[in-house]
């Protein structure tokens, strides 16, 4: 049976942009990097205060990269998603979708490289 989650993977073309955003966007911390067996290049990261990483993989072997519209997407809690999306502007990403008033607080969207779209929620109301 399975005992928990460990990491969710996505394939990338530009493994330092795609690294880059992670970090400098989001505030994930980089945990290790290393090749696998068969040649993949492989960055994980995490989130502060989560136990689950993402693998950033760039294995151009396997073809390019095609992500499909709405296909997948990664979503994390944010505090003040007012100011997150001006430090995530100031670097060059601007909300795509956004924020919208849930029965729990609110939501965005915001593109990582290469079109993976990143869900940003804000839990309670704001006065």
Do not use: N, W
């Not at 993402?54 to 151009?60: G, N, T």
């Not at 499909?68 to 979708?97: I, Q, R």
Request: net charge negative.
């Amino acid at each position: 049976m399975v005992k928990k989650l460990l990491h969710t993977r996505y394939r990338v073309h530009d493994l330092e942009e795609t690294v880059s955003f992670y970090k400098d966007v989001l505030g994930l911390e980089e945990l290790r990097r290393q090749t696998s067996g068969r040649g993949s290049q492989l960055v994980f990261l995490r989130a502060p205060g989560s136990e689950e990483e993402i693998e950033i993989c760039k294995f151009d072997e396997s073809g390019p990269v095609t992500v499909g519209p709405d296909l997948t997407h990664l979503a994390f809690e944010v505090d003040d998603l007012d100011k997150f999306a001006k430090h995530a502007a100031t670097k060059g990403y601007p909300l795509s979708d956004g924020p919208h008033a849930t029965g729990t607080g609110r939501i965005a969207f915001i593109d990582a490289p290469e079109g993976y779209e990143i869900e940003l929620i804000e839990r309670g109301s704001r006065s």
